[in-house]
């Protein structure tokens, strides 16, 4: 409750911000696009991560002011840097904001008014989407569908770790699939559970490319991991091997140098 009352309160007072993390392709290390990554920055204290206030943020449904706020901002960073490089925008949207009636209505609106086309800017869902909108799984496919008809990509976040994940290949309207960083070998591939990871990751990749998706491999961290995508022919890497998440300005600064 207190977390509650402090995050509302830090809406209203705008101590939120954006940061990106950017996505490169792995055939000529060029980043592609950028994530937007949500922060909360209150006066005076440390950067407070996602991780400890969306869970309280969907619990209330707080989430649908705060992740309008996030597309907003993260559209009208975006446009210029899509103009300047051609680079896309991801964002991270919650269930909740799913099944908000007006959803496909706000991002239609955050394009229009940012400048961004349609076709450069993608959604990040996760696996669980059908089922923690509870009934109203409905209302959470005919948005993505609406979307995707304007030109708006549909990521599926965090890949491998939910449940019934075949099930939502085939069912959910998606075209990108990123691959959660659990599955990246944590060593250089010479170890039992290296060869492990490094088969589950191929079998990822090569069901996203039968199915005609790009893939995104996330917790890209090693040169080595970089090499064995490509190898394993992901199509896109994010990580802090490339860059961790930075505020715009740092990002459109790589871009400039790197784009
Ligand atoms: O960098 P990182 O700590 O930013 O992100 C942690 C988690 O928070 C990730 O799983 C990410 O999907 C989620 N997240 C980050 N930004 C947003 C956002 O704007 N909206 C939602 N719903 N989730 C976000
Ligand atoms: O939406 P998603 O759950 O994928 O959010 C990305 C999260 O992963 C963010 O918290 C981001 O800071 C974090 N992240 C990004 N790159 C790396 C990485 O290379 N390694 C690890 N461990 N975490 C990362
Ligand atoms: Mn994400
Ligand atoms: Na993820």
Same mark, same amino acid.
């Given at each position: 409750i207190r977390l509650l009352e402090r995050l509302r309160a830090a809406v209203d007072a705008g101590e939120f911000a954006v940061h990106?993390?950017?996505?490169?392709?792995?055939?000529?290390?060029?980043?592609? *696009? *950028? $994530?937007? /990554? @949500? &922060?909360?920055?209150p006066p005076g204290q440390a950067p407070i991560g996602p991780d400890r206030f969306i869970p309280?943020?969907?619990?209330?449904?707080?989430? @649908?002011?705060?992740? $309008?706020?996030?597309?907003?901002?993260?559209?009208?960073?975006a446009a210029p840097w899509y103009q300047r490089w051609g680079t896309t925008l991801t964002v991270n949207v919650s269930p909740r904001q799913l099944i908000d009636p007006h959803f496909t209505r706000k991002v239609v609106s955050a394009l229009r008014d940012s400048g961004l086309p349609a076709t450069a800017l993608t959604l990040e869902i996760t696996e669980g989407v059908l089922v923690r909108s509870g009934g109203h799984a409905q209302q959470a496919l005919v948005h993505?569908? +609406?979307? &995707?008809? $304007?030109?708006?990509? @549909? %990521?599926?976040?965090?890949f491998g770790t939910?449940?019934?994940?075949? +099930?939502? /290949?085939? =069912?959910?309207?998606?075209?990108? /699939?990123k691959i959660d960083r659990s599955f990246m070998p944590a060593g250089n591939?010479?170890?039992?559970? =290296?060869?492990?990871? !490094?088969?589950? @990751?191929? !079998?990822?990749?090569?069901?996203?490319?039968?199915l005609g998706l790009t893939t995104v491999?996330?917790?890209?961290? !090693? %040169?080595?991991?970089a090499d064995l995508l490509r *190898?394993?022919?992901?199509?896109?890497?994010?990580?802090?091997?490339? +860059?961790?998440?930075?505020?715009?300005?740092? /990002? *459109? #600064? #790589?871009?400039?140098e790197t784009v």
């Open positions: 990106y993390q950017p996505i490169v392709n792995l055939d000529n290390g060029t980043p592609t *696009a *950028a $994530e937007a /990554l @949500v &922060r909360w920055i309280a943020a969907e619990d209330s449904g707080l989430i @649908v002011a705060l992740g $309008e706020w996030v597309l907003r901002r993260a559209c009208r960073d993505l569908s +609406a979307l &995707r008809a $304007e030109g708006v990509r @549909v %990521a599926i976040d965090d939910g449940y019934s994940s075949l +099930a939502y /290949l085939r =069912d959910l309207p998606i075209d990108v /699939l591939g010479h170890g039992d559970g =290296d060869a492990q990871q !490094t088969a589950l @990751v191929r !079998t990822i990749v090569d069901l996203a490319r039968s491999a996330e917790g890209v961290e !090693t %040169a080595y991991h *190898a394993l022919g992901c199509d896109r890497g994010q990580g802090y091997h490339f +860059a961790r998440p930075i505020p715009a300005p740092e /990002l *459109a #600064m #790589m871009f400039a």
